[in-house]
């Protein structure tokens, strides 16, 4: 049973920096796509980031381009994503999610419905 938790939330001050970890039990991460999502008070759950298992390619919302970068570190065995110059309209329950077929992000990447696996969410709130 994979489980994965997600760590690192908190209260940001705009323009600030926070990372975020996925961290997974009971599955490698290091052969499978992994994604980031982010819902929004009353907003959809939107894709964030994904990278690729095979080689490592990543790919990114245009929204988080030029302020966020998604990292795995296999020792570890988890995902993070580390953002910059967070914006108030970042404040979200941030997710991650794997997708436990094949190490490729899906096409779309950003479509939940490839997803097998989420995990509870972390708050990150940016206000000053």
């Known amino acids: 049973q994979v489980h994965l938790v997600e760590s690192g939330g908190g209260l940001v001050q705009p323009g600030g920096s926070v990372r975020l970890s996925c961290t997974a039990s009971?599955?490698?991460?290091?052969?499978?796509?992994i994604a980031w999502f982010r819902q929004a008070p009353g907003k959809e759950r939107e894709g964030i980031s994904c990278i690729r298992g095979s080689d490592g390619r990543t790919y990114l919302a245009e929204t988080a381009k030029g302020r966020f970068t998604i990292s795995r570190d296999n020792a570890k065995n988890t995902v993070d994503i580390r953002m910059d110059n967070l914006k108030p309209e970042d404040t979200a329950v941030y997710y991650c999610a794997i997708k436990s077929y094949g190490p490729g992000c899906p096409a779309p990447w950003e479509a939940q419905k490839w997803y097998t696996h989420w995990g509870q969410g972390t708050q990150v709130t940016v206000s000053s």
């Open positions: 009971g599955s490698t991460l290091d052969s499978i796509a």
